[in-house]
């Protein structure tokens, strides 16, 4: 229990693993729970290590098959189903509410490989929606599905299914009916302005993975419970790729958390890989130019999490916080909500 005792009492940590052996291809993965404000003043000591534990069994999760041969599709998928698991992020269990107080939940997923990927958005009874994104990639003939029709989809593939109920959570209602006491109150002004108006906590929330495997095989995905109080089937950029999700083995996997209206009109995803690409500059320096540059000149908030083949990991953002995992080529860990990284 050292660990819940370290991280209650600081930001984040490093350290280092065992080093691998010299013939060993090198693999990584890293993970993110989401960006936005995140006020270390007002998060308990017992929330932190809860989400520093979850962050670090996803992790666990999806490194372990990298080791042993998995693929990187394997690896992505497998993170990111622990962080739909629990009600501690904006995915799966963890869903805000829409306007209505259901769930409509979007994922999506990338092999850098081949350039093949698949999504799903507006999905309510699919308990894991990064699985059924992985079957329309695998075992359809599309890229995207939506709604009901991704739904039909998922019981003929045999993905497990649950009520809508399964996503509810009390934390979340409380923030659904504090956003729409918010926009209700806004008399005279337009829905579009409200929603706005809205502290960026209300906006975020996605979870997301990016791995390199033992082939040199480059995979991203990402899921989220999308935006508080959203209406009209409103979807963000978590299950578009080249906005919240991309990967190519020649430059990069990445995944996205942030303001998805911003994240979609400014590709994002895409364009880091582009830059890296065209430019010939590193992938940490593309990242760093849109996200820390372009998009908060724009008025974007959010983060992303990056890996290129060589396995080096970059993970900016803009916002207060982000929550955030990785283990680097060279066996170096990190688990991190806020800036600072501390040496333990």
């Not at 008399?187 to 033992?214: C, R």
Request: glycine letters at 10%; proline letters at 3%.
């Amino acid at each position: 229990m050292r660990l819940f005792g370290v991280l209650a009492a600081m930001t984040a940590f490093t350290f280092s693993l065992p080093a691998l052996a010299e013939t060993t291809p090198p693999v990584a993965l890293a993970i993110h729970g989401g960006a936005g404000t995140i006020d270390p003043e007002k998060m308990s000591d017992e929330k932190r290590q809860a989400i520093a534990a979850k962050l670090d069994e996803a992790l666990t999760s999806g490194y372990r098959l990298l080791q042993n041969g998995g693929s990187a599709l394997d690896a992505v998928e497998a993170a990111v189903r622990v962080l739909e698991d629990s009600p501690l992020f904006n995915a799966g269990v963890g869903a805000v509410y829409t306007w209505e107080e259901g769930h409509e939940l979007d994922a999506s997923i990338m092999d850098g490989a081949t350039l093949e990927a698949g999504a799903v958005a507006g999905v309510r009874t699919v308990r894991n929606p990064i699985s059924l994104a992985r079957k329309v990639m695998t075992d359809s003939p599309h890229v995207m599905l939506a709604g009901e029709g991704a739904e039909a989809f998922a019981r003929s593939q045999g993905v497990e299914m649950v009520p809508n109920s399964h996503f509810d959570t009390e934390s979340r209602l409380k923030s659904l009916k504090e956003a729409k006491e918010k926009i209700l109150a806004r008399e005279g002004v337009s829905h579009q302005a409200a929603v706005e108006s809205l502290e960026s906590e209300f906006k975020m929330g996605t979870v997301g993975a990016v791995a390199l495997d033992s082939t040199g095989t480059l995979a991203a995905a990402t899921s989220t419970g999308g935006m508080t109080a959203k209406r009209w089937g409103r979807v963000g950029d978590s299950p578009v790729i080249g906005a919240g999700t991309y990967a190519d083995d020649a430059v990069c996997a990445i995944s996205a958390t942030g303001h998805g209206e911003y994240f979609i009109r400014y590709n994002v995803a895409a364009d880091i890989c582009a830059r890296a690409k065209y430019q010939g500059i590193l992938l940490a320096e593309a990242a760093d130019e849109v996200i820390l540059k372009r998009l908060k000149q724009a008025g974007g908030t959010g983060g992303v999490i990056t890996l290129d083949p060589e396995g080096r990991v970059a993970m900016p953002f803009n916002t207060e916080g982000m929550y955030r995992a990785s283990i680097d080529a060279q066996g170096n860990k990190q688990i991190a909500i806020w800036q600072s990284v501390i040496e333990p």
